[in-house]
């Protein structure tokens, strides 16, 4: 499979997209004003212990205090708790982890009032980001990331990943790390770990222990709320968790995240620092590999697939609906079973996608066309099953009922993915009143005079349409080319997809946009 990375950098946001022969299949938008990342680890501050729920709500900072259930306290929180006490009380003196003696379990069933108290501060990482009216989900049990091992303080296990299907490669790898990880660390195993040399792993494991034990060597007078230990950035996050032999180019079109990107997979795989690459083309970066468009039509109500087939998926506060429909298809036989299993299968690749892409989480219901056969049924539930089996988040599925209803749920830890792909009316933009469509020439025209003026440019930029475009630049004394003789300035028209028709903006030399 050819994987590939097109990171689109702006003023406000870091659009990242993942495409795999190049199909769309991962979008990620990271605002630059984003305070709250999955990961980041925070000294918070309990704000209010719920009884009833057997819960509390912690003050990290956001706007929304923060929920902590009992059982996302992990069961080492008491060493962890005395442990950031003695570390608080004397910010001087940090006692190394190793040497600490942990304390015994929490009670699994025991209630929340028996360990927290209204005022404490407490350790909390963020396990989901806030979405909608809701806070931050956080826990208790604290983890750090790398990209070969996951480090686990206050603790003594051993795992590795499942997914690596060698058992002499698993027993290798465990009998590794428990003869180089100090005392009172845990350690989970990635799968990306496989066949990796004892200098790397021991690298990494102790780079990962110096990151949780700077974090308390700044806590003089540290008040809560306190960001502690920072995730990566989005970009670095999913490089580390993605990148793999598969990938071939990696194209950002920022020389800042260019260089930043490099230095990451410098660290991480030297062998892959040649896959990246700076875009400095005409087209925007996601119109150049196709992503704008695809963007268009994968976002939305509706959804086209094969042979006329298409989705329409709706949203809701409590689950997510997806429809399979045949459409206009045109049937092979008039066997409506092999129709509705052939319709069924390819709608489950798509409906994996669209998961991916659109990091759909909760609940999902999708009602597949009706099929008789349990043998059919079983087919599209093995087929949505494999679709999903390289789906990173997790999620669980269950077999169709007998009404052609199939659950999925799936891990919810950041806000969905949702791009409007409805555009204003390009005749009457929305007022529905238009102007005449002739004149649009004559209206470009007097606005590029107009800023050229205000300005005193002489070398402008002018995007528009793809449609618009072709028609300004087209023949050899085409309207780009009457207009910078008779206005004596240098004229450049570049074609913008996510444009509407009658859309255009003018821009320097710099790429400032010149407002009239």
Known sequence: MNNELVIDVSATEIVIALLEDKQLVELSKEKSNTKFTVGDIYLGRVKKIMGGLNAAFVDVGYQRDAFLHYLDLGPQFMSQDE?????????????????????????????????LVGGQSILVQIAKEPISTKGPRISSEISIAGRNLVLIPFSEKVSVSQKIKSKEERDRLKRLIQSIKPKNYGVIVRTVATNRRVAVLDTELRELIERWESAFKDLQDAKPPKLMVGELSRTSAILRDILNSDF???????????????????????????IVKKYSGRLPIF????????????????????????????????????????????????????????VNLVSAEEIARQLRLRDMGGIIVVDFIDMHSAE?????????KQAMSIDRTKHNILPLSKFGLMQITRQRVRPEMNIETVETCPVCRGTGEISP????????????????NKYSENQITLKVHSFVAAFLTKGLFSKRRKWARKHKMKIQIIAEQDYNFLEFHFFNSKEKELKS
């Open 376 to 384: 059919h049924r079983h087919m599209v539930f093995d087929k949505m």
């Open 437 to 452: 469509t002739i004149l649009l020439t004559d209206e470009i025209e007097n606005r590029l005079v107009f800023v050229q």
């Open 287 to 342: 119109d150049n590999f196709g992503v704008t468009k695809q963007i268009k039509g994968l976002f939305g109500k509706t959804v086209t697939i094969k042979n006329g087939a298409y989705l329409i998926i709706e949203h809701t506060e409590a689950l997510h609906v997806i429809d399979v429909n045949s459409g206009n298809r045109t049937k092979k036989s008039n066997d409506q079973e092999t129709n509705a299993l052939e």
């Open 248 to 274: 071939n180019s990696i194209h950002v079109n920022d020389e800042s995240i260019y260089k930043e990107i490099k230095n990451y997979i410098n660290q991480i795989a030297p062998e892959k620092q040649k």
């Open 83 to 115: 442990f950031l006490r003695q570390s608080l009380a004397k910010p001087d003196k940090i006692l190394p982890i190793q040497d600490f003696r942990l304390k015994k379990d929490i009670n699994k069933n025991g209630r929340i009032s028996e360990v």
